[in-house]
């Protein structure tokens, strides 16, 4: 009987710190990029970003927001077979989602998108 009181009050205590952390993190809006997609995207975000004659080129064509191009690089997924994340000076990166893929160049200090590709929208 001892034990299960014992128990009973860690899993209280447990389930109070728990509740106590998650409500702190959401007020700071912690992430944890731990996966290589999401460290990649976190370097591509932070860095200054300059975008390309072509790339100016397809945002106005396609009209494309610059809020679509940071909501791709929250969201998207990275393409390590088609990317080049060892080359020197600046690694090279195909950034891709459901309608759009962008060509990223990331140096030390900016991320210049090199191509925007709009996937054409399949009707099912």
């Not at 009181?5 to 106590?20: D, E, I, Q």
């Not at 300059?50 to 945002?59: M, P």
């Not at 940071?70 to 990317?83: A, C, Q």
Request: net charge positive; proline share 2%; charged share 25%.
């Amino acid at each position: 009987m001892q034990l299960l009181k014992r128990f009973g009050y860690y899993l209280v205590g447990l389930s109070l710190g728990s509740l106590a952390v998650l409500f702190f993190w959401k007020q700071k809006e912690v992430r944890f990029d731990y996966g290589m997609d999401a460290r990649t995207l976190k370097t591509i975000r932070i860095r200054k970003r300059i975008f390309s004659e072509q790339a100016k080129e397809a945002l106005l064509v396609y009209k494309i927001d610059t809020a679509q191009i940071s909501n791709l690089l929250l969201n998207g997924d990275v393409d390590f077979s088609k990317s080049k994340p060892r080359q020197k000076p600046c690694a090279e990166y195909l950034v891709t989602s459901d309608y759009m893929n962008l060509y990223v160049v990331r140096c030390d200090s900016t991320a210049t998108i090199k191509t925007i590709t709009v996937k054409p929208k399949t009707t099912d």
